[in-house]
Antibody, heavy 119, light 109 residues
Framework: QVQLVQSGAEVKKPGASVKVSCKASGYTFTSYGISWVRQAPGQGLEWMGWISAYNGNTNYAQKLQGRVTMTTDTSTSTAYMELRSLRSDDTAVYYCASSTVTHDAFDIWGQGTMVTVSS | QSALTQPRSVSGSPGQSVTISCTGT?????????VSWYQQHPGKAPKLMIY???KRPSGVPDRFSGSKSGNTASLTISGLQAEDEADYYCCSYAGSPYVFGTGTKVTVL
């Protein structure tokens, strides 16, 4: 079936980097984009950015520009999100989501990856 | 880009209808017909319920409907059921980024 499977939980110290993976299956990976959305504990959803799995074009949220990099590996149908210079307010569940039904909504979601930033 | 404004909570009895509003600006909700709605149960990933203002993905009950007027979008749940108790988030394209709403907790009394 169509699904996105993310890597496991991470604990990082302030200033470190984290790289979360998102493996797609059940559909043609390069036909759709992947967005990343995060959710701090008890808070709402925040869009982080998008990457085209077709050509690697990216579009990042302004507040994360310079700290985030999104990439894909088409040979393994996997998307990656790397966040650098981690701060305590980066503690959140990070989701990848694909837009297959329309390019402006997120219909397939990964299970989420908890990233905890703590000294 | 500021978050879209949603009521913190709404509630209703089984069988009743509830409507959640999502207020933005002419730069997001009012400027594009790209509003989507997501349902999120505790500890779970969000689920797409409505896209392009009023379209339902396959498998979403027709009890869920969406609309938009000016800078405000709305999600209506008709015939409320116990399993509809969850958090709901709107989302709008905003020219380059996407912006989510603040979220609404729906309680089934």
């Amino acid at each position: 079936q169509v699904q996105l499977v993310q890597s496991g939980a991470e604990v990082k110290k302030p200033g470190a980097s984290v790289k979360v993976s998102c493996k797609a299956s059940g559909y043609t990976f390069t036909s759709y984009g992947i967005s990343w959305v995060r959710q701090a504990p008890g808070q709402g959803l925040e869009w982080m950015g998008w990457i085209s799995a077709y050509n690697g074009n990216t579009n990042y949220a302004q507040k994360l520009q310079g700290r985030v990099t999104m990439t894909t590996d088409t040979s393994t149908s996997t998307a990656y999100m790397e966040l650098r210079s981690l701060r305590s307010d980066d503690t959140a569940v990070y989701y990848c989501a694909s837009s297959t039904v329309t390019h402006d909504a997120f219909d397939i979601w990964g299970q989420g990856t908890m990233v905890t930033v703590s000294s | 880009q500021s978050a879209l404004t949603q009521p913190r909570s709404v509630s209703g009895s089984p069988g009743q209808s509830v409507t959640i509003s999502c207020t933005g600006t002419s730069s997001d909700v009012g400027g594009y017909n790209y509003v989507s709605w997501y349902q999120q149960h505790p500890g779970k990933a969000p689920k797409l319920m409505i896209y392009d203002v009023s379209k339902r993905p396959s498998g979403v009950p027709d009890r869920f409907s969406g609309s938009k007027s000016g800078n405000t979008a709305s999600l209506t749940i008709s015939g409320l059921q116990a399993e509809d108790e969850a958090d709901y988030y709107c989302c709008s394209y905003a020219g380059s980024p996407y912006v989510f709403g603040t979220g609404t907790k729906v309680t089934v009394l």
